[in-house]
């Protein structure tokens, strides 16, 4: 079992930057795929990028492609959004979530076990 808590999200003015950690408790987070998903008000939680247990492939939504890199560091137990080029239509509650499969319709929520709370990212244009 893992517990996740996300942190570094906050307001920014579009064009800008943030950080997004995900700290994983346990000792066994480097078997745990780590993924990036979102919530807007009214919509459904998205898929925004995902990275396997070594770190050797991630993958992300289209919208978000060439702005928004996973990495995590396994010797810290931590997983990292970095989003650049923020755009209006980027804000939203942002969760980690990690699971140790994989599945090849790693985009859908209900393939990951395990949840952060999340942290609120706003953008304003």
């Known amino acids: 079992q893992v517990q996740l808590v996300e942190s570094g999200g906050g307001l920014v003015q579009a064009g800008g930057s943030l950080r997004l950690s995900c700290a994983a408790s346990g000792r066994t987070f480097s078997s745990y795929n780590m993924g990036w998903f979102r919530q807007a008000p009214g919509k459904e939680r998205e898929f925004v990028a995902v990275?396997?247990?070594?770190?050797?492939?991630?993958y992300y939504a289209d919208p978000v492609k060439g702005r928004f890199t996973i990495s995590r560091d396994n010797a810290k137990n931590t997983a990292y959004l970095q989003m650049n080029s923020l755009k209006p239509e980027d804000t939203a509650v942002y969760y980690c979530?990690?699971?140790?499969?994989?599945?090849?319709?790693?985009?859908?929520?209900?393939?990951?076990?395990?949840w952060g709370q999340g942290t609120q990212v706003t953008v304003s244009s």
């Open positions: 979530a990690a699971d140790k499969l994989w599945y090849s319709d790693y985009e859908k929520p209900n393939r990951y076990d395990y």
């Open positions: 990275i396997i247990r070594s770190g050797g492939a991630t």
